[in-house]
């Protein structure tokens, strides 16, 4: 049976994660909506303090990108959704600024599949916690960033939810649906969460500046299979 479209746009892909970690960080405003396509604004989690999303996903064997597991790290800022698309209402929704994977059949696969600026980075790695509730990414220019839920307490529950993406690899701005499902944790206390966001090539220097907040930390549950919907991308009309 095949899946349904999404937004109007065809079913693309399901893939299968064993680890999924989420987290955002308040940053500038005016740093951050400069980083992103003029017809784009960043949601404000309060005046002048714009959300970086950096999300971890740690893939199974079966999915395009195989026949290793492979990592995928993503930055983006939240944005505005596009409401005229016929589907829920997001959740969020990601003015993508950048995506590493080691896996090159993945980075070609998505690039082409999701209009995305997806990039092979053979070197990132990771290190997940053997508890599931952290993790390391490095690769050969240094540490990129460790995040974990420390002093919380997860209680993970099933979810499902939608979201929507902005991304412009070259000249045009291209959108798209998803969909998450799975189990996971999701907390707003940062002073209880571990992270460091480290100086290196994949965040830009402007966001960067002074001690971020993390806003939210999401996180799925240990020994689950995260099962993430993508949908064809459109050239966005707003």
Known sequence: MSEPSLGGLAFADLWNIDFHCAFLFEVPVGPAEALLPE??????AAPGLALMSLIHAHY???NRGGPEPFDEIV???LVHPDLSLDMPTPRLTLG???VWSNSQAFVEYKTGA???PVHYHPSLRSEIAEDRLSTKVWDHDGPIFEMGLGKIEPNFHEESFYGQYFAQPEQDLNQGPWRWSGRLTEHQRPREASSTLHSHPFFPESVLRGSLRCNMQQLSE?????NMRTYAYQVADI
């Open 39 to 44: 017809d784009l604004e960043a949601v404000e």
């Open 60 to 62: 199974t064997p079966e």
């Open 75 to 77: 930055c983006s800022i």
């Open 96 to 98: 993508v600024l950048d």
């Open 114 to 116: 999701l209009g995305m």
């Open 222 to 226: 240990p020994g689950a299979t995260v």
